[in-house]
């Protein structure tokens, strides 16, 4: 039976038990989100033994050569010593500089990092509470561009960081932990080609970074960007958006509730087979934005999407 250390502890484990379960169920507090291996926030460091993983691309290769594993997509098959993830000694500071309702349930927070963050548009970072909450979200600032970086939090459900989250103040601290993702991204060859962005909710965080990547790069195609909300009181960055549209005329946006977006999907029609279609929200909804694309004609593997998992 192997045996596992960990925070001081030593476990004996039953051979191939899943790392991040291990931990949870002997006390050990170790965030986690989506359990996929996308949002990265149960990353752990092996310093002795050997783990089998079921995802070894989820990291890149600098990362797993310091012995950095994703619990969730970890078994133990060997006597292992592992150390947990500690924002204060591998994450980087940064300061609330701004905090602000976008509408009646998204939060947007602007923070100032002590270091510079390296990251894409389209990307997401986990984010630390000075209380150890931890929980992934996308960039919705550009890099290059804006000097923060900004988040939207969707405040309309429960949840522990969201509900930290809205009684953040300016001039706190929270801290950037590791960043990842990518299947959302603008590359510059793109520049000619038809953009479909389709976004849910606060699914609009990376693609309104994208869209300004694109328009920063002098994208030459038509754009079109569909935002979703429950309501229309939760449709959100008007002024913004209505900015960029009076700069570009390739670009057209429309914002609907959830009761009017069948319709708007179903006028999707494809301009060019060469159409890129980048999507993100919740499951649900990225369920129904590829159907809708799929049935429009725009090829799956022109199709890149970002879901959204709640916590699980």
């Not at 179903?266 to 799929?294: H, K, M």
């Amino acid at each position: 039976m192997p045996e596992l250390r960990a925070a001081g502890q030593v476990f004996d484990v039953a051979p191939a038990a899943n790392l991040l379960d291990t931990l949870l169920n002997n006390g050990l507090k170790v965030p986690y989100s989506c359990r996929a291996g996308s949002c990265h926030a149960c990353i752990v460091r092996c310093v002795a033994g050997e783990l089998h993983d079921n995802q070894p691309q989820a990291l890149d290769a600098q990362s797993r050569a310091q012995g950095w594993r994703l619990a969730c997509q970890c078994q133990i098959v060997t006597d292992l010593s592992i150390e947990l993830y500690d924002p204060n000694k591998q994450a980087r500071r940064a300061t609330i500089s701004a905090c602000d309702w976008l509408s009646t349930d998204v939060l947007r927070l602007r923070l100032i990092p002590e270091q510079p963050v390296a990251y894409r548009a389209g990307q997401h970072v986990l984010l630390w509470t000075a209380d150890g909450i931890a929980r992934p979200y996308s960039f919705a600032s550009l890099p290059g561009v804006d000097p923060f970086l900004e988040f939207h939090i969707d405040c309309r459900r429960s949840g522990a960081f969201s509900n930290a989250a809205r009684m953040f103040k300016v001039g706190e601290d929270l801290h950037v932990g590791v960043v990842s993702g990518g299947a959302l991204h603008y590359e510059q060859d793109w520049q000619e080609r038809p953009l479909l962005l389709l976004a849910a909710g606060t699914g609009l965080a990376p693609l309104y970074g994208v869209l300004r990547d694109a328009l920063a790069h002098n994208h030459q195609g038509r754009i079109r960007l569909i935002h979703s909300a429950h309501d229309t009181q939760g449709l959100y960055l008007r002024e913004p958006l209505n900015a960029l549209l009076a700069k570009a005329s390739q670009l057209e946006i429309q914002q609907v509730s959830t009761a009017e977006l069948p319709a708007a999907l179903a006028q999707l029609r494809l301009v060019s087979r060469q159409t890129l279609a980048l999507i993100c929200g919740q499951p649900d909804n990225v369920e129904l934005f590829a159907r809708s694309l799929y049935m429009a004609g725009v090829p799956r593997n022109q199709t890149f999407s970002d879901i959204f998992l709640p916590h699980a």
